[in-house]
T-cell receptor, first 112, second 115 residues
Framework: DQQVKQNSPSLSVQEGRISILNCDYT??????FLWYKKYPAEGPTFLIS?????DKNEDGRFTVFLNKSAKHLSLHIVPSQPGDSAVYFC???????????FGEGTQLTVNP | DSGVTQTPKHLITATGQRVTLRCSPR?????VYWYQQSLDQGLQFLIQ???????AKGNILERFSAQQFPDLHSELNLSSLELGDSALYFC??????????????FGEGSRLTVL
């Protein structure tokens, strides 16, 4: 049972445009959501997070939106840069939990 | 550099064999996690240790076991290996039990190929 799903395996955008990566979840006990970025031959690195009590969190070019009623979150990157090309993982953690549940990942390619 | 060290980086072995993957967490981190990433799959949680004790278990097969030693390094043992065990195995560490502010640091992974 995949509790966190990223339905788009890949996304390609032009440099300078907006990248929107989507994530859906099914577990209503999730109360914290995170995005990790992974370059080839490296481990995932933390990018941005959002608590379930918020609907938006912004950090520079990266903004995460949370729609609890739809159990959906998205990551916006504006403007996109070629260095943003990586696999992006959505992850969630339960109220009483200590481990992250990850989605399958979306490969973002930003073309110059 | 996350500060988490995993060895070996690459490992090729045959079905039926046993291997041990090693992880050294960041200095001061008490919590160690193991994740498995198979082809086209997300990161699947295997097991968590905190200060030497097992704290959470995911979809870890009975053929797999792990432990965290007094110096906080951890080992993941995979036995009776099957072709389907071929994957990237990541270790991650954090200071606390719950890392909802993102302080989870991953190593570069150990790529296991079972032939």
């Amino acid at each position: 049972d995949q509790q966190v799903k990223q339905n788009s395996p890949s996304l390609s955008v032009q440099e300078g445009r907006i990248s929107i990566l989507n994530c859906d979840y099914t577990n209503s006990m999730f109360d914290y959501f995170l995005w990790y970025k992974k370059y080839p031959a490296e481990g995932p690195t933390f990018l941005i997070s959002i608590s379930s009590i918020k609907d938006k969190n912004e950090d520079g070019r990266f903004t995460v939106f949370l729609n609890k009623s739809a159990k959906h979150l998205s990551l916006h990157i504006v403007p996109s840069q070629p260095g943003d090309s990586a696999v992006y993982f959505c992850a969630a953690i339960e109220t009483s939990g200590s481990r992250l549940t990850f989605g399958e990942g979306t490969q973002l390619t930003v073309n110059p | 550099d996350s500060g988490v060290t995993q060895t070996p980086k690459h490992l090729i072995t045959a079905t039926g064999q046993r291997v041990t993957l090693r992880c050294s967490p960041r200095s001061g981190d008490l919590s160690v996690y193991w994740y498995q990433q198979s082809l086209d799959q997300g990161l699947q949680f295997l097991i968590q240790y905190y200060n030497g004790e097992e704290r959470a278990k995911g979809n870890i097969l009975e053929r797999f076991s792990a432990q965290q030693f007094p110096d906080l390094h951890s080992e993941l043992n995979l036995s009776s290996l099957e072709l389907g065990d071929s994957a990237l195995y990541f270790c991650a560490s954090s200071v606390t039990l719950r890392h909802d502010t993102g302080e989870l640091f991953f190593g570069e992974g150990s790529r296991l190929t079972v032939l």
